[in-house]
């Protein structure tokens, strides 16, 4: 969970990472991780129980918080199309269920300096755990979407997840990435596009789902794929809220108080009850944690996993 310590609207914010340890938030006290952090930089994740933490001169670092082994990633730098430079950059790490190796997702887009517009291209490389080596594997056209620029994902059943925006009509699309096949392809949204806002993409009990503030009624929904279909599980007005963060467990979800500090809540469907998680801060981002025994410092018990 990363914070952000600043109550002031001109202070620039410090990047604070914490966890709550009891994972039924009876008992609210914190884990500090950023004095625990092996090396220095922004975290991102975590994926399955590993931490990337991205450094200066672009080093990344993976961090399983568990067993507190660390892998510092050998260098690596894309090569740019000519005329451009780094603009954004998205990251996916998830298990290759076929191979049985993890792998780290890494996708660049690029800004044209000479024509001052995005490059229609944009390169994808993977990082393997079991042979820690980078390649290159395609530079593909997305110049009709609109990335943003993350460090996270929503990784389920062999698939990395993430949400982009189609660029002509500003609706929202999920782009999926097979970590055994390693092809993308598009995953339709709910049709909700125009009344949505501050898209979260999730996991709902083991499904890939949307929590979205509805501004046309100022309804908190939460929308649900299965069997490729989407179907609203969940819709409540809040008051004195202003963005969802993501989905807790039993439907429940956090947000942020529109109050300066913000405060970080959380919403239980079941009782209907807000609770404040006493923490303060000027913008949350939240994730949830599973603890995994993933050898990230070595591949001698990957066989294991």
């Not at 517009?117 to 390649?135: A, M």
């Not at 649900?224 to 819709?235: D, P, Q, T």
């Amino acid at each position: 969970m990363d914070e952000d310590d600043g109550t002031d609207e001109y202070y620039h914010p410090t990047d604070l990472s914490c966890m709550f340890p009891d994972e039924t938030l009876a008992d609210l006290s914190v884990q500090d991780l950023d004095h625990q952090q092996p090396a220095t930089g922004v975290l991102g994740g975590p994926y399955d129980g590993i931490y990337c933490i991205f450094g200066l001169r672009d080093r990344i670092t993976l961090w399983n918080v568990a067993t507190r082994d660390s892998r510092t990633l050998p260098n690596y730098g894309p090569t740019c199309p000519r005329n451009t430079k780094v603009y954004k950059t998205s990251v996916g790490f998830g298990l290759d269920p076929k191979r049985n190796d993890y792998k780290l997702i890494m996708i660049y887009t690029f800004w044209d300096e000479r024509t001052t517009e995005l490059h229609e291209f944009s390169l994808c490389t993977i990082y393997n755990l079991r042979t820690n080596s980078w390649r290159d594997l395609v530079c593909f056209k997305t110049i009709h979407y609109c990335i943003p620029h993350s460090h996270g994902c929503t990784y389920l059943d062999g698939l990395c997840h993430w949400l982009w925006e189609l660029e002509d009509s500003k609706h929202k699309i999920i782009i999926s990435f097979d970590m055994a096949n390693e092809v993308f392809q598009e995953v339709q949204c709910p049709d909700i596009a125009s009344s949505a806002y501050m898209e979260t993409l999730d996991l709902y009990h083991d499904s890939l789902s949307l929590l979205f503030l509805n501004t046309t009624n100022n309804h908190y929904e939460i929308w649900v794929l299965k069997e490729r279909i989407w179907s609203k599980h969940l819709c409540v007005t809040l008051i004195g809220v202003e963005e969802p963060l993501g989905v807790w467990k039993n439907g429940g979800f956090f947000v942020q108080s529109d109050s300066r500090p913000r405060r970080l809540l959380l919403y239980d469907p079941n009782t209907q009850e807000m609770r404040d998680l006493g923490l303060r801060s000027f913008w949350f981002s939240v994730y949830n944690f599973k603890e995994s025994l993933i050898p990230v410092n070595g591949v001698d018990s990957f066989s294991d996993i």
